[in-house]
């Protein structure tokens, strides 16, 4: 049988992945990427904010340490360092990705690619010259973009997006975030860390909308705590530029506030990269994405998409799962998404990682019950002096079927692989309790909070018990 011809169309998470599984599955691939291999996550997204946060964090443990915190000289200006750090950690992960897709011996071509047909691809080299390849398969992964506001036009100096913020040489005195989304909360993190005065103006009645309410609650309390200002239904009415920097209008449910900012930062979420001529291979989109079914096959035979140009949930483990799935059916196996099955996490201080159904989701299709363990009654929180947060997991009163979990602390983001096992799992609270954690670690606190569901929490004193 003569080797199947897949041309992949975007070389970030979700198009190097679909390549290399198609490759792995025996086809010659193609992959054709305009700008840098890796996409949003490495060059301009997961990657070099997590870089940043991760230094954030051990400057805000050390600030904080009641041993170490004399040692932070009182002009210290980490910023440089940090971006420094920063940008040899997306070089290295940039080129490791290369190696590996030369390795699968997948062509590379810089370039920008266009669909001609259902079985036609057209590239364009740097230099315009231009080539066509046909294709038994095509898989579309070409991203999303940042959106902007009519009104707020970014100017790549004091009206800025999550791209250029990633390049500011100074630590801005005073910054405004506008949305406050997931992007933006971390970005509160980083500059709030880093002595920033932190604003951020959401239009929404909350921010990070669609989380479990009582963690956005604690992570509310450590921003105030922070000093990170919150304009919930607000939205910005004017905007002033004055040598010394944006004065900015805001409408809230208070009043009028007038706040000024060196920085304001964009952050009102992604729209996707819609860039291909998809009517010349009857491929359908509408604003929220490219269409697909849970195959990931578009309307168009031979045609797949995915990641964040078919819209869901922006994320780069997604668009990779996405694309590993895409490849698995283009080469003739057959495989569909699982929805509802899929964790997210945020990485600010503390992190948030969450799946399954939120308790508002759980009560409205049937009866549950909820059990909560808070990090400062569990003994690893507390030598590494990271007490904020808590653990809430959502059980089926009938089945005990752990059917959500929610986490605001330590390691959140690495505590959520053994919930979402559980979720995978269909596991049941009462089997899950029975399951012997070591001592002093996170996941005894997540064992807590599972014994918590009928009230058997260990460290819980009586009163506390079921109190949010
Ligand atoms: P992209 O990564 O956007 O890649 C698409 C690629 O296609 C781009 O390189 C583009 O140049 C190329 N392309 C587009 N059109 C063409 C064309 N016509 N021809 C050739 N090439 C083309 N997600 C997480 O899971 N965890 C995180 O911590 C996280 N943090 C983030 C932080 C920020 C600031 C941002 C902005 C995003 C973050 N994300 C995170 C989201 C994540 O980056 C995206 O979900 C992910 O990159 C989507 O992958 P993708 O392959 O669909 O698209």
Known sequence: MSQKKVVVIGGGPGGYVAAIRAAQ??????????????????????????ALLADAKLLRSLKRSPVF??????????????????RKVVQEMVKGVELLLESQRITI????????????????????????????????????????????????????????????RKVPREIVIVGGGYIGAEFATLFSTLGSKVTIV?????????????????????????????????????????????????????????????????????????????????????PSGIKVNRRMETTSNHIYAIGDATGG???????????????????????????GQIPT?????????????????????????????????????????????????VADRGTDEILGIHIIGPDASTLIAVASTMIRQRAKAGEFSRLIQVHPTLPEALKEAVLDIDGRAIHLPRPLRGLK
């Open 109 to 168: 071509k810089r370039g920008q690619a266009d669909l001609l047909g259902p079985n036609k691809v057209v590239f364009r080299n740097q230099e315009g010259a231009q080539e066509t390849i046909d294709a038994d398969g095509i898989i579309l992964a070409p991203g999303s973009r940042t959106k902007t506001l009519p009104h707020l036009a970014p100017d790549g100096d004091r009206i800025i997006t999550s791209d250029e913020v990633l390049e500011i």
């Open 313 to 339: 949930l922006l994320l780069a483990h997604v668009a990779s799962e996405e694309g590993i799935i895409a490849a698995e059916n283009l080469m003739g196996m057959d495989r569909p998404m699982e929805n």
């Open 345 to 393: 996490c945020i990485f600010t201080y503390p992190e948030i990682a969450s799946i399954g159904l939120s308790e508002k989701e759980g009560r409205a299709k049937g009866e549950i019950r909820v059990g909560r363990f808070p990090f400062r009654s569990n003994p690893k929180a507390l030598v590494s002096e990271e007490t904020e947060g808590l653990i809430k997991v």
């Open 25 to 50: 599955l025996g086809a010659g691939v193609t992959l054709i990427e305009k700008d840098r291999i890796g996409g949003t996550c490495l060059n301009r997204g997961c990657i070099p904010t997590k």
């Open 69 to 86: 915190h004399h040692l932070l000289p009182d002009n210290l200006d980490p910023l440089e360092s940090m971006m420094e750090r920063k």
């Open 202 to 286: 959401e239009i929404l009645e909350n921010i990070l909308p669609g989380l479990e309410g009582e963690l956005v609650r604690n992570l509310r309390r450590v921003f105030e705590k922070d000093g990170v200002k919150i304009y919930t239904q607000s939205s910005i009415e004017e905007i002033h530029s004055q040598e010394e920097g944006l004065k900015l209008v805001l409408k809230t449910p208070q009043g009028v506030v007038e706040v000024t900012a060196e920085k304001l930062l964009l952050s009102v979420g992604r729209a996707p990269h819609l860039n291909l001529d998809f009517s010349k291979a009857g491929v359908e989109v509408s």
